[in-house]
């Protein structure tokens, strides 16, 4: 199986100006842990996980790019899940974005993901 076969779409994404108490909401409301941040051209610039909003209030930051991460792991619907599975485990992350070859997020795979995938097998 590939990254394409399973990855989560429409994708969630948002702008870096917005609050963190709106991001709050958005990972809430959508049941999501990883948000992808876009620029206006819909270009992947960061994510945003719930870790880092915890971290914004332990630390009292305010933005959204001062928290979020800009060295994104990520993966492309081409690639076999094992290894999208790998990426994860060494970096110590339970979800990547998806991204084309413009650097558009076409959508999210998660750890949740490859674990209800592998649960379905068994
Ligand atoms: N293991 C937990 C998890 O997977 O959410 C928490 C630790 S993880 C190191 C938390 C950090 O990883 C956050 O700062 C988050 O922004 C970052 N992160 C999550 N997914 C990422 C990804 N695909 N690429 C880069 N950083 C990512």
Redesign the pocket.
């Known amino acids: 199986k590939l990254v394409g076969d399973i990855i989560r779409k429409p994708p969630i994404v948002v702008n870096c100006n917005i609050t963190i108490d709106e991001a709050s909401k958005i990972l809430i409301e959508n049941n999501i ?2 948000l992808p941040i876009v620029d206006e051209n819909n270009m992947l610039i ?7 909003i915890a ?1 914004a209030v332990a630390q009292n930051k305010k933005s959204i790019s001062e ?3 800009r ?4 993966s492309t619907v081409d690639e076999p899940i094992d290894v999208v599975a790998r990426k ?1 485990s060494r ?7 998806v991204v084309d070859k413009n650097g558009r997020v076409l959508g999210v795979v998660t ?1 949740e993901d490859l674990s209800k995938l592998i649960g379905m097998r068994m």
């Open positions: 842990n990883h960061g994510i945003l996980t719930s870790w880092d971290r928290i979020m991460t060295n994104i792991i990520s994860m970096n110590n992350i339970s979800g990547v974005p750890a």
